[in-house]
Structure formats: structure tokens, C-alpha cells
């Protein structure tokens, strides 16, 4: 069985609610709307870390500070697995394969002229004709 982790900073102010009174009512019930909220995703409560925290003070300065975390998990479905995704992807080596088929389908054959392959290349830098300069060009002979 595999599990995915949530991590959230523990709340540190106490929510108002109707009938809920002083400090530490409002607090547990902050701390518990954040774990109900949570359990209706599927997570499910684990514990409370108290982990340390670098942070800047002033300009050079570090000071370390602890943070209260959450720690929640759930299970996650043996069926979902990501190397199924990996293996869709087509290796590198195969690819230089069909490099080499688009080579074979080039239009200039062995037996043409250096002349016809000139104007091959001529005709590449010539952009096709739109409908509004055909359409152009039959009113103007009309």
C-alpha cells in the first residue's frame, strides 16, 4: 500500500464561531476546522511536527525559528502508477529512425540532372499563389 503526504503549518490564531469562547476554544476549533477540511479531501491526520526553520534576520543575518506542521496522508491507488507514463514516450533511438525514412522520401532523385535539381531549389523559395490573386488575375484577363 502506497501513501502520499499533506503537510500544513499548524494554525496560529483561534477562529470565532458561535458559542465558542476564549482563547484556547477558538484555538482548538481553528485547529479543528483545518483537520476536517482536510479529512473531506480523504486526508487523514497523522501528527504535529515541530521542525526547525532557517529564515534572514536584517541584511547577513540567519536566525532559526520552529514551525508546528500537520502532517496528513492517504492512500493512493495501486492502478495509477507512473511508469506507465514513461513508457508511452518514444526512446530517442527510435526517433533517428524516421529521420532516416524522410531522407529516403527526398523528391530530388538519383537520375535528375544538376539542372533539374537548380530548379527544384529555385521553385523552394517561391511562395504559393493565394485565391484572392487567382481571383484577381481571371478578372484583369476577362
Known amino acids: 500500500m502506497r501513501f502520499e503526504y499533506k503537510v500544513i503549518p499548524a494554525p496560529k490564531k483561534g477562529r470565532k464561531a458561535r458559542g465558542v469562547r476564549g482563547t484556547e476554544k477558538r484555538f482548538a476549533n481553528a485547529l479543528e476546522l483545518a483537520m476536517n477540511e482536510l479529512a473531506a479531501e480523504g486526508w487523514e491526520y497523522q ?6 526553520c532557517e529564515e534572514r534576520q536584517g541584511l547577513t543575518g540567519r ?7 500537520l502532517v496528513f496522508r492517504r492512500t493512493v491507488d495501486e492502478a495509477v502508477d507512473r511508469s506507465d507514463v514513461l513508457a508511452i514516450a518514444a526512446p530517442v533511438d527510435d526517433l533517428s529512425d524516421d529521420i ?3 531522407d529516403d522520401e527526398n523528391p530530388i532523385d538519383e537520375g535528375q540532372t544538376d539542372e533539374d535539381i537548380a530548379d527544384l531549389e529555385a521553385l523552394d ?4 499563389e493565394t485565391a484572392d490573386q487567382d481571383t484577381a488575375r481571371q ?3 476577362e
Open 125 to 128: 523559395g517561391v511562395e504559393p
Open 63 to 69: 536566525t532559526t525559528s520552529f514551525q508546528n506542521m
Open 100 to 102: 532516416e525514412d524522410a
Open 47 to 52: 501528527r504535529t511536527d515541530t521542525l526547525p
Open 139 to 141: 478578372s484583369a484577363a
